[in-house]
């Protein structure tokens, strides 16, 4: 198993797993008939942004991306973030390696660092792609996309990208992948601001905001193709019907 472990994460094969990563994403997109709501979403926003979207709703966020605009993802500095930055290249957006860590030394798994990378590029004018929830805790929203847009003054844009045909994976954060020749939707939130002065009740508010707008946008994208988030929320609703 170490063999085939360090086999899978050589430089070879790490780049041709990106390479072909790349290339099925791009023939998605070329095969599904896409719509984005609002029509004129690049028209109500000035980049650069930061685009926040949901672990396990990553693969086709970059379709949101228009042709002109520069872009950077924070990049988990894991073996399989390693060919994930790759499939990124092909997709004409830099990888920025780095994550945060719940419970461990943030400089170790490069957060500092990254944070730094992610000013800088939004200071050049590059947007900025990152999953606004932590590794393991899937769809809450975590304190550091506000802290990037508190200290670069850039707002957050919530984003959507799902298709009807698709493959939903049973796994921590519900990841889906789309299939082709199927029908797509793309949907932008509302730009959330955050005031560099903001207190702590402030940021807090403001990190329920973005939340609360990743999965608006989400619900939004699955009922345009037809279907069902299967990442969303239990209904507390339901839930305590149940229970009764």
């Given at each position: ?5 360090r ?12 390479f072909?990563?790349?290339g099925?994403?791009?023939f998605?997109?070329?095969t599904n ?55 990124l290249r ?67 844009v ?20 789309g ?26 508010a403001l ?12 619900e ?24 009764a």
């Amino acid at each position: 198993m170490g063999l085939m472990k360090r086999i899978i994460r050589s430089r070879a094969v790490q780049e041709t797993l990106g390479f072909v990563v790349a290339g099925y994403l791009k023939f998605v997109q070329r095969t599904n008939r896409f719509v984005m709501e609002p029509a004129d979403a690049y028209g109500r926003i000035e980049m650069p942004v930061i685009a926040a979207m949901w672990h396990g709703q990553h693969f086709m966020i970059h379709f949101a991306k228009r042709p002109q605009d520069r872009a950077a993802s924070l990049v988990s500095r894991s073996g399989d973030g390693e060919f994930n930055a790759v499939a990124l290249r092909h997709l004409g957006v830099r990888a920025i390696r780095g994550s945060g860590a719940r419970g461990r030394d943030i400089r170790k798994k490069g957060g500092a660092q990254a944070m730094r990378s992610m000013l800088r590029a939004l200071s050049d004018g590059e947007m900025v792609v990152m999953t606004a929830d932590i590794p393991k805790i899937s769809r809450i929203c975590g304190q550091g996309i506000v802290t990037l847009a508190q200290l670069s003054g850039r707002p957050i844009v919530p984003v959507a990208v799902v298709t009807s045909r698709r493959i939903d994976f049973d796994s921590w954060d519900k990841a889906s992948i789309g299939l082709p020749f199927g029908r797509g939707a793309m949907v932008l939130g509302e730009p959330v601001h955050v005031p560099r002065d903001a207190d702590e009740p402030t940021l807090e508010a403001l990190r329920k905001t973005v939340e609360r707008e990743l999965d608006r946008v989400h619900e939004r994208a699955y009922a345009l193709v037809g279907s069902r988030d299967p990442g969303a929320k239990p209904d507390p609703v339901l839930m305590e019907g149940s229970r009764a």
